[in-house]
């Protein structure tokens, strides 16, 4: 497996704590989604790390789409 299976249709949206570090799951196989639940491991497609430098919202990518991974770029408006 190559391609991604697409998890939402709209992006994830989450409030990341500064100092931690997320993992998106890139696959979208995750049942934890937006994150990694290592679904990933029958796929040659890995997790994305995400160092929170800022207590913020981020809005994670739910299509898996995103040219700006793990963050939402619009995508899945296409």
């Not at 409030?15 to 290592?38: H, I, L, M, N, R």
């Amino acid at each position: 497996m190559s391609k991604p299976v697409r998890a939402a249709d709209e992006p994830f949206i989450v409030d990341v704590e500064a100092g931690k570090s997320y993992y998106w799951c890139a696959c979208g196989k995750s049942k934890t989604q937006p994150f990694c639940d290592g679904a990933h491991a029958d796929t040659d497609i890995t997790p994305v790390q995400y160092d929170a430098s800022e207590s913020t919202t981020v809005y994670f990518c739910g299509c898996k789409a995103t040219k700006n991974q793990p963050l939402c770029d619009g995508s899945h408006k296409n």
